[in-house]
């Protein structure tokens, strides 16, 4: 591999001469600096970054911490802090912790190796031993959708127990009384924060007999395809079945249509399910999905601006921002059956309306459909 040295030696200039060309640090003149360029090019020489950032004190490097790669939520807003480093001229180091506190404890460790400027996170549990290690990584850290215990941390997230409320009044208003509820891994704030927000819309109303023993309408999914999927087909195997389930997260919903379909249940009609996140492939699930939207553009967008304010000096204190949820209604609820049979008209009544309405002439119904 080339050096510093050897494109000195065949441009013919001092070491110093290319470094200013490389780094682009004094005024060469256009005859030397095409020179040295060539013997770049010739050498195929590339300029050590970790030295270049010795004597800079900045890498131009960021770090990412995700609990599951697979997991089109995180790859979602992934691919917005990408962008928004790219565009700031950064480049994103990605470490994928698969839920493994061990893996976050390591990955840590490498990006402090790699003197990363700054660090975004969604952490991995055991909160006490990541506070730890970033104070030991004294970058600046951006928390995303999981909140620690660290007051020196900036945090981006959504009212994850506001989007309960919504997703749970959304399906009480359509009359649904006994709704279930399919959460996330114990203990990940999350996941307990949305069901909090499911206890909170069955207590407003009352409308569920056992309210004081709401638990046992919860189940766990742990924020899969498969764990949404095991719970909805134990759900459907209880004696008293819900009419509706609020499912934490779009992959475990997705899992819960096809346990529902395999079962013989047609969603919406036999059973109202939301999810929460509005991943992309939500809205062409069968039944396009009801779910509780993220605003994962600004949760992205704002976690690398507000890095970026703390790695360039212009904030010191940290920042919390919550953002709010919003309810994405597509065909996955419906009415329960007790609202449709309320609404529908008598028979008596039908039949009267479809005597007057032969009885009139054609022009006057069509005048009559006209607003």
């Known amino acids: 591999m080339a050096t510093i040295k050897d494109v000195a030696l065949k441009a013919e200039v001092s070491v110093t001469t290319v470094s ?6 004094r005024h060469v003149s256009p005859k030397v600096r095409e020179r040295v360029e060539l013997a770049i090019r010739e050498l ?26 697979s997991n089109p939520y ?26 493994e506190p061990h893996r976050q404890s390591v990955y840590l460790k490498v990006l402090a190796e790699r003197r990363i400027d700054g660090l975004i996170v969604v952490s991995t549990g055991d909160d006490d031993s990541l506070v730890k290690q970033l104070h030991g990584l004294r970058v600046p850290t951006v928390l995303v959708d999981r909140e620690i215990a660290d007051p020196a941390c900036d945090l ?5 127990m506001q989007g309960g409320l919504l997703a749970v009044r959304h399906l009480l208003s359509l009359g649904h009384k006994r709704i279930a509820c399919i959460g996330g891994p114990v203990g990940v704030m999350p996941s307990e ?13 009352g409308a569920t007999p056992d309210i004081a023993n709401a638990d046992s309408l919860l189940w766990r999914g742990g924020f899969t395809s498969q764990g949404g999927y095991e719970a909805m087909h134990a759900i459907l195997r209880t004696e008293e079945k819900p009419s509706a389930v609020f499912v934490c997260n779009d992959l475990m919903a997705i899992g819960a249509l ?11 009609d036999e059973l109202s399910i939301v999810g929460f996140d509005d991943i992309e492939l939500s809205a062409y699930t069968s039944p396009p999905l009801t779910t509780v939207a993220q605003p994962k553009e600004r949760i992205g967008a704002l976690a ?25 209604v597509r065909a996955s609820t419906a009415r329960h059956a007790s609202f449709r049979e309320t609404a529908a008209p008598s028979s008596s009544s039908s039949s009267a309306a479809s005597s007057a309405a032969a ?13």
Request: aromatic content about 4%; charged content about 25%.
């Open 74 to 99: 995180f790859a979602e807003i992934v691919r917005i802090v990408e962008d928004r480093c790219f565009g700031a001229g950064y480049t994103l180091v990605l470490c994928n912790t698969d839920d």
């Open 156 to 160: 981006v997230e959504t009212a994850h």
């Open 258 to 268: 096809r346990a529902a379909h395999e079962s013989g249940v047609h969603v919406p």
């Open 304 to 328: 690398v601006d507000m890095l970026l304010e703390r790695v360039g000096g212009k904030r010191r204190d940290a920042r919390k921002v919550v953002l709010q949820p919003e309810l994405r």
């Open 359 to 371: 009885a009139t002439p054609s022009t006057e119904t069509r005048k009559s459909r006209t607003p």
């Open 193 to 205: 924060q949305r069901i909090e927000g499911w206890r909170m819309a069955l207590a407003e109303t």
């Open 20 to 25: 200013h060309v490389v780094n682009d640090t």
């Open 44 to 69: 195929g020489y590339v300029p050590n970054a970790m030295a270049r950032s010795l004597k800079s004190n900045t890498t131009s490097t960021l770090g990412m911490l995700i609990p599951n790669s």
